[in-house]
């Protein structure tokens, strides 16, 4: 016989700022998560796999000036 217990429920990813973004006009990322406009519209219709590939993608990008 095999364990068929379910998975525990994974934890979405979440953005550190949501709904408080503020666009730097000189690098067009956000001031405070370093995502672009488009990420942040699209956050809420990507899946976990999409939103695990910006926040990885946010550490070599340039710091907002």
Known sequence: MTDQTPAPPRRPI?????????????????????RTLEEISRWVTMNEAQRLAVLEALPSRPAPQ
Request: hydrophobic fraction near 35%; aromatic fraction near 4%.
């Open 14 to 34: 979440v953005s550190p700022c949501v709904a408080i973004c503020v666009i730097d006009p000189a690098s067009g990322y956000c001031r405070g998560c370093k």
